[in-house]
C-alpha cells in the first residue's frame, strides 16, 4: 500500500526503507476546515503535519509568512521545543498527513539527516542540508573535461637534435616531456627516457632524439572526459596523456594533474600569482580563481569557505598587480584597498570591483593617471566587472591623498542621499591590501569619530536598509503566481544579503568596530553586548543562507550567460526543505529589521 | 438502499452467533469506517471478495494507523481475468490470504456499530453480506453514507434539467483536490473515499457548494 506519502519528499528522503515503512504505519490523516486554526503560536503539537492537500497560512502575530501547499510540513519548532513559531491556519480545505510526535522524536535520535531538519539553529539545518546537496564530489571530477585539468604545455623537438640538447629543452621549459617531430609522424620522449639511454644504455649525448623516443602516442582531446584520460592511462600503464586540439597535440595531461582536479588546485594559483612577470601571465590565474568558485561549490565545499579562499586568492592577485603596476613614488606612498564585499571577504562569483588608492601625499599627476587606467584595465581584462557606483581606482574619488579622501567622507556624512551612505557604507569595509595600511586607518578613525553615537547622523545611514523590502516567503510564490501577476522570485541580495550587511554595518559603526567581516563585527557586536549570543548565531546563519543561495544562482546565471539576474531566487523550483530554510532566514532578517528600525526610530523618516 | 428498522430487527433476531449483537448498537459516537473491496467481478450473487480494507474516522481523523486490510481466500470461484485487470491480485497473490470465515469476524469487530462510508458502498456491503449471511445468519446493519451521494447534492443538487451528471470517483477526486493515490487497491480506495467524505460532510456543514463547468465550455473540439 502506497498510502499515497511521498517518502521522496525532504525531509523524509533521508529516512531509510525500514525508517519509512514504520513512518507510513503510524501514519494518520487530519482534515481541517478553511479558517481552522491548526497549530497556534506558541503551542506544542502531538504531530507533524504534511500537507496532502489545500493550503496552509503560517502567520506571525498577523504578517503572512508563508503560504504551505502539498508536501510541505509543518512545524518542527512546534513538535521538538514544544511551541510553535508561528500560527498555522487551513486556507482551504486542507488535509494533512499526522506523523505522531513520538515517531518523529525517535527517528530524529536514530537519523542525523533526518534530525538535521528539526534543529532550530538555522546554521545546523544549512549543515546538515549540505550534505543533501552533495554535490557530486569524485564523480564531478571524473566528468570534468581535459582541458579543465590545466594540462602542462605542448614542447616540441626534432627527432635530429641530440639527447643532450632534449634534456636541456626539458630544464628550460620546466617540462618533463617532449614532442618529437619526425617527419609526418610524431613522437614522444620523456626524462625517464633520457636517463635510460643514458645511464643504462650508456649511449652518446649526442644520440639523435629519434633513436630513444617512441612513437606509439597516447593521447587524448581537449574536449574528452577526464575519466577516458584516466581510462587510457591505466589501460596503456602510462602516467601521462598527450593532449590533441583539432588534431594538434596542444599539451600534456599528467596524473598529477588529475589529482589538482579532486582538491581543486587552490593551492597552485598562489604559486602561479606570484610568478607572473607581467599583467598577461597574471590573466590565467586571475581566471583560474574564478573557475576555482565552480568547482569547489561542485565539490560540496561550504559557502563561506569558497568565499575564504576566494578573497584570499584575490587579495594575492591585487597585491601582485600593484606591485606591477604602481610605480615607485605609488609604492611608498599609496595604499591599495580593497571595499564593499571585497573588503569584507564575502565575494564569490565577482559581482563588481570596489577598491581605491589613499595617497600619504599627493604624486605625479602623469603617474596616478597612468596607474588609474592600467589598474582598472587590467582588472576588466581579467573579468572584474565594473562597479557600477563608480567605486574604483580608475574613479579620482577613489584615488586621492588622505586628508582628500577624509574631506570627502565628511561630504558624505552631510550630504544624507542614499548614495553618499552607499559610499561610506562600502567605505567603512575597507581592508588594506598593500601600501601603507596606516592611512586607511587614520580614514578610518576619522569616519568612525564623525559618526560614532551621532544617533542623527547613524539614523540616516541606517535608513538605506529600508530601500528594498524583505518579502514574506510564500504569500508571492502562492497567490501571485497562481494568478499570473509578478512571481515567485526573490532577490536574495536586497531580501536578504543587503540588510544583514548593512544593519550590522552601521551598529559596527555606531560602537567603533573595526572589523570588516559581516561574522566578525557580529562576533564583536555580541562581546560588546549589543546582541544575545544566540541572536548573533542565528544572522550569521541567515547570512550564510543567502549567501549560498545566491552563489547557487550565481552559478546558474553564469552558465546562462544572464547575469543581471544573479541573485534571483525561485522558491517555487526548491525543494520543500529549502524553501523551510530560506523562510527561517528570512523571518531573522525581519527581525534584525524590527531590531534596527526601532533603534534608530527608522520610523521617523 | 436503506435498512428499515424491520430489517434490523429481522437480522437481529435471525442472528446466530450473539457475540455480534454489538453490530447492532450504535458505534462510538462521531465515528465512521470507510470500506472498500476488491472482487473478482461485478455480480454479489457469483463473484468473490478478494481483498477488503477499511479505515476509522474519528471527527476529522482518518485514522489510518489502525487501519483494517486483509487479503481473501476465496474458497472457490476463480478470480475472472477481467477482475485481475481490474485490481491486479493475481490468484497467487490471493493465494496467500485467509479464507473469508476468518477474514470477516476481525472486520465486523473492527467496523462495529459504525455507519459505513464507500463509493458505491452498497455494493461492498453486498458483497460482505453475503459471507455474513452463510456465516452468522446476518446481514451488516450498519447505516450506509455514499460518497457519490453526498458529492451529487454538492454539485447537482440544483441542477437545472438537462444537466449532465458525472459520479465518477477520479471526477469526485478532482473535484475535491484530492491527489489521486494508485486505484483499485482497498485501503488506498478506502482512504480517498474518507478523505471525500470528510471534505464533503464539511461543505455541507459550511453549505458551500462545488462548482459545475457549465455545458459547452469543456475543451473544443479537435476534430479528430
Known amino acids: ?605 | 438502499m436503506r435498512r428499515g428498522a424491520l430489517w434490523r430487527l429481522f437480522y437481529r433476531a435471525s442472528l446466530a452467533d450473539h457475540a455480534y449483537k454489538f453490530l447492532f448498537r450504535p458505534g462510538p459516537e462521531g465515528e465512521a469506517v470507510s470500506l472498500d473491496c476488491e472482487t473478482t467481478g461485478l455480480d454479489p450473487g457469483v463473484d468473490d471478495v478478494i481483498s477488503v480494507a477499511a479505515v476509522r474516522i474519528r471527527g476529522n481523523r482518518i485514522l489510518l494507523s489502525e487501519r483494517f486490510e486483509a487479503t481473501v481466500r476465496p474458497e472457490d470461484a476463480r478470480s475472472s481475468s477481467e477482475a485481475i485487470k481490474v485490481h491486479r491480485l493475481r490468484e497467487r497473490d490471493v493465494e496467500g490470504g485467509e479464507p473469508m470465515r476468518r477474514v470477516l469476524p476481525e472486520l465486523l469487530r473492527f467496523i462495529g456499530g459504525r455507519p459505513l462510508v464507500g463509493y458505491y458502498i452498497d455494493f461492498d456491503v453486498r458483497m460482505l453480506d453475503k459471507y455474513a449471511l452463510s456465516l452468522l445468519q446476518t446481514k451488516l446493519p450498519n447505516p450506509q453514507i455514499e460518497v457519490s451521494s453526498l458529492y451529487y447534492d454538492r454539485k447537482y443538487g440544483n441542477a437545472p434539467p438537462g444537466t449532465t451528471f458525472d459520479l465518477r470517483f477520479a471526477s469526485v477526486l478532482r473535484d475535491l483536490g484530492i491527489p489521486p493515490l494508485e486505484q483499485h487497491d482497498a485501503l488506498n480506495d478506502a482512504v480517498m473515499a474518507a478523505m471525500a467524505y470528510l471534505a464533503l460532510r464539511d461543505m455541507k456543514a459550511r453549505g458551500v457548494r462545488i462548482r459545475r463547468e457549465r455545458s459547452g465550455q469543456g475543451p473544443p473540439p479537435t476534430g479528430g
Open chain 1, 1 to 605: 500500500m502506497q498510502s499515497g506519502f511521498d517518502a521522496h519528499n525532504p525531509p523524509f528522503d533521508r529516512l531509510s526503507q525500514t525508517e519509512v515503512e514504520e513512518l507510513r504505519a503510524a501514519l494518520d490523516i487530519g482534515y481541517f476546515r478553511p479558517g481552522e486554526t491548526i497549530l497556534a503560536r506558541g503551542g506544542a503539537s502531538e504531530a507533524l503535519h504534511v500537507v496532502i492537500k489545500g493550503s496552509v497560512e503560517a502567520r506571525d502575530e498577523g504578517t503572512l509568512n508563508a503560504v504551505l501547499g502539498p508536501k510541505d510540513s509543518f512545524d518542527s519548532r512546534a513538535l521538538v521545543h514544544g511551541a510553535a513559531g508561528e500560527d498555522f491556519t487551513a486556507a482551504e480545505e486542507t488535509l494533512c498527513f499526522l506523523v505522531p510526535k513520538p515517531v518523529v522524536l525517535g527517528l530524529i535520535a536514530r537519523n542525523p539527516g533526518f534530525a538535521a531538519f528539526f534543529y532550530s539553529e538555522i546554521s545546523e539545518k544549512l549543515n546538515a542540508f549540505a550534505d543533501a546537496h552533495r554535490a557530486e564530489g569524485m564523480e564531478s571530477v571524473l566528468r570534468a573535461r581535459v582541458r579543465e585539468a590545466n594540462p602542462g604545455p605542448a614542447v616540441f623537438i626534432d627527432a635530429d637534435a641530440t639527447v643532450e640538447q632534449a634534456g636541456h629543452r626539458m630544464a628550460e621549459s620546466g617540462s618533463n616531456v617532449l614532442l618529437v617531430r619526425d617527419g609526418a609522424r610524431t613522437g614522444v620522449i620523456t626524462g625517464m627516457n633520457l636517463s635510460k639511454a643514458a645511464v643504462l644504455r650508456r649511449l652518446p649525448l649526442e644520440t639523435p632524439v629519434r633513436e630513444v623516443c617512441h612513437f606509439d602516442v597516447v593521447a587524448v582531446d581537449a574536449e574528452d572526459f577526464v575519466f577516458e584520460a584516466l581510462l587510457l592511462m591505466t589501460r596503456h600503464d602510462k602516467r601521462r596523456v598527450a593532449v590533441l586540439r583539432d588534431g594538434e597535440y596542444v599539451g600534456f595531461l599528467e596524473d598529477i594533474d588529475i589529482l589538482g582536479l579532486v582538491a581543486g588546485n587552490t593551492q597552485l594559483i598562489p604559486g602561479r600569482i606570484d610568478r607572473a612577470r607581467d599583467v598577461e601571465e597574471l590573466a590565467a590565474p586571475a581566471r583560474d580563481i574564478q573557475a576555482q568558485v565552480e568547482r569547489l561549490h561542485r565539490q560540496g565545499v561550504k559557502v563561506e569557505q569558497i568565499a575564504e579562499v576566494t578573497s584570499d586568492l584575490n587579495r594575492r592577485l591585487f597585491v601582485k598587480l600593484f606591485a606591477l603596476l604602481a610605480p615607485p613614488s605609488i609604492q611608498e606612498q599609496g595604499c591599495l584597498l580593497l571595499m564593499g564585499s571585497e573588503g569584507r571577504g564575502e565575494q564569490t562569483v565577482r559581482t563588481d570591483q570596489d577598491n581605491g588608492l589613499l595617497l600619504a601625499e599627493p604624486v605625479l599627476e602623469a603617474d596616478l593617471a597612468r596607474f588609474r587606467e592600467a589598474f582598472s584595465g587590467a582588472l576588466d581584462g581579467f573579468g572584474f566587472p565594473p562597479c557600477p557606483g563608480g567605486v574604483m581606482v580608475r574613479n579620482p574619488v577613489w584615488s586621492q591623498p588622505l586628508d582628500g579622501l577624509v574631506r570627502q567622507l565628511r561630504v558624505w556624512v552631510m550630504e544624507r542621499s542614499p548614495d553618499a551612505a552607499m559610499n561610506l557604507g562600502i567605505f567603512f569595509d575597507a581592508v588594506a591590501v598593500a601600501g601603507r595600511a596606516d592611512l586607511l586607518r587614520d580614514a578610518k578613525a576619522a569616519l568612525i569619530g564623525t559618526m560614532r553615537g551621532e544617533r542623527a547622523l547613524l539614523a540616516r545611514f541606517a535608513h538605506l536598509i529600508e530601500t528594498f523590502d524583505t518579502p514574506n516567503l510564500g504569500v508571492l510564490s502562492a497567490f501571485m503566481t497562481a494568478v499570473g501577476v509578478g512571481s515567485d522570485e526573490i532577490d536574495t541580495k536586497k531580501a536578504g544579503t543587503f540588510p544583514i550587511v548593512h544593519g550590522i554595518r552601521t551598529l559596527a559603526m555606531d560602537r567603533g568596530i573595526t572589523a570588516t567581516a559581516t561574522a566578525g563585527r557580529i562576533g564583536a557586536l555580541v562581546e560588546a553586548g549589543a546582541f544575545e549570543p544566540e541572536f548573533g548565531q542565528e544572522l550569521v546563519g541567515a547570512l550564510r543562507v543567502f549567501m549560498a543561495y545566491r552563489l547557487r544562482s550565481q552559478l546558474e546565471a553564469v552558465r546562462r550567460g544572464d547575469v543581471e539576474r544573479e541573485a534571483v531566487v525561485r522558491p517555487s523550483r526548491l525543494s520543500a526543505a529549502d524553501r523551510d530554510i530560506l523562510r527561517d532566514a528570512l523571518r531573522i532578517v525581519r527581525r534584525f529589521r524590527d531590531t534596527i528600525r526601532n533603534r534608530y526610530n527608522l520610523g521617523a523618516f
